[in-house]
Each structure stands twice: as structure tokens, then as C-alpha cells.
């Protein structure tokens, strides 16, 4: 598909309607279509611009049902966990409801989902103590705890700038993270490095149900002007 081919869509339709998508039509994804998404992924923002993500593409489909699998694994325990959940308030039973078997439906499927995309990022230590200057030198601890507090800020943008990218080609998406559960079995499978910490697993296909509109608390239920 050619960029003069690609749907326009107003950036704040894709933000109202981009609504996690958990089921998908069989049919395959263009690449051309997947480069699209991954290249606005590396359009967001990242600490001191380091840039330091990698984005792992399952297409394969004997990989997918393993990435699938190890899903389904990790999802096990996230099942005995929303079964003893109450129901947030804001939500009715029944939009409670669709949400469960809409990811106990992700649970059983997602090696069925044409493309998976696994969103990673390289961890970046701190200097050496000693190369700090010497009145900085006390703090170092806890600028690892800052540092460790703050990692997900140069990931999570990406993973925005993928669904919002997926919604204005007509793809959908949803982020989901069961699998951090069994991530050392995940790495292992994909060959992803000691040193590189996945942060998402994002199933991408034709979407089987229409897009938004979503459902929000109100503004005023959630934003505090100059004090909580």
C-alpha cells in the first residue's frame, strides 16, 4: 500500500476509537503495513534520547503458536487473579463481562493473531560511581531507584505510538503483559538478550469487532487542579 493509499483518519478519532482489540480475522498483515506501524513506534519520545528499544516481529506461524503457548501459561495465573477480583465500579456486569471473555478469548488465541510484537528495551545502567562528581557520589542508590522507576517512560510512548498507528491503518491491537509471568521462557524462545527486558506482547490483525467508541470515568472523577 502506497502512502497515498493510506486512510486518513483526525488524530483525535484514533485516540476516541482505538479500542483494545483482542479478536482477529485470519487474513495476513501487509509488511509494508507493519513497517508502517513499527516506524511510528520509533517516533516517540525516549529518556536522554537514548533510543535504546528493539521491537521482536513473530510471524512465523510455528513461532506464533509457541509465543502462544507461553501466552496461555502466563495467563493461567492472570485468570486466578481477575476470578478473585471485584468488578471495578465504574464498569457494569456486563461490560465487566465482555472484557473477560474477550481476554479469556485472547488467552486460548493470541498464536492465532497474524503478527505478534514483542516491545522490548535495553537496560541502561548508571555511570560508574567514581565517575560522578564527588558531592553527587551519596546519591547514586537512589538514582538507580530513580532510574529503575522511570525505565518503562522510554517504552510505553512506542507502545502508544504502535496502537494509535494500528487504529489509523485499520488494524487493531491491545497491550497486554501475561507473559512477563514466564518471560525468561519467552527470551529464551526469541533469542532476546540478558541485558534486554521485554515491557509488552501486542497481537496485530484485522480486527473482528468495530472500532470504539470508549467508555471513560468522567474527567472530573480523575483530575485534581493544583493539589489532589
Known amino acids: 500500500m502506497s502512502d ?3 486512510p486518513a483518519i483526525d488524530l483525535f478519532d484514533a485516540i476516541y476509537t482505538a479500542r483494545a482489540q483482542r479478536r482477529f480475522r485470519p487474513d495476513p498483515v501487509p509488511e509494508e503495513l507493519v513497517d508502517r506501524v513499527l516506524d511510528a513506534a520509533i517516533r516517540a519520545p525516549s529518556a536522554g534520547n537514548a533510543q535504546n528499544w528493539s521491537f521482536v516481529v513473530v510471524r512465523d506461524a510455528d513461532q506464533r503458536r509457541a509465543v502462544g503457548a507461553l ?3 502466563g495467563s493461567d495465573i492472570a485468570a486466578a487473579v481477575y476470578a478473585a477480583r471485584d468488578r471495578p465500579a465504574h464498569l457494569t456486569e456486563a461490560q465487566w463481562q465482555g472484557m473477560l471473555r474477550g481476554s479469556a478469548h ?3 488465541h493470541m498464536g492465532d493473531a ?3 510484537v514483542v516491545p522490548c528495551l535495553r537496560q541502561r545502567d548508571l555511570p560508574a560511581r567514581d565517575a560522578l562528581d564527588p558531592a553527587w557520589r551519596d546519591h547514586y542508590e537512589d538514582e538507580r531507584a ?3 522507576r522511570i525505565r518503562s517512560a522510554s517504552i510505553y510512548p512506542a507502545v502508544q505510538n504502535i496502537i494509535l498507528a494500528c487504529r489509523a491503518l485499520g488494524l487493531g491491537t491491545v497491550l497486554t503483559t501475561n507473559h512477563l509471568r514466564v518471560e525468561a521462557e519467552l ?5 532476546i538478550p540478558e541485558d534486554v527486558d521485554t515491557f509488552g506482547l501486542m497481537p496485530i490483525g484485522w480486527p ?3 472500532f470504539g467508541p470508549l467508555s ?3 474527567l472530573h472523577e480523575v483530575v485534581h487542579f493544583d493539589r489532589w
Open 114 to 116: 497474524p503478527v505478534l
Open 71 to 73: 501466552y496461555r501459561k
Open 146 to 148: 530513580y532510574l529503575d
Open 106 to 108: 485472547l488467552w486460548d
Open 208 to 210: 473482528e469487532r468495530p
Open 216 to 218: 471513560r470515568r468522567p
Open 4 to 6: 497515498t493509499a493510506l
Open 187 to 191: 527470551k529464551s524462545l526469541l533469542g
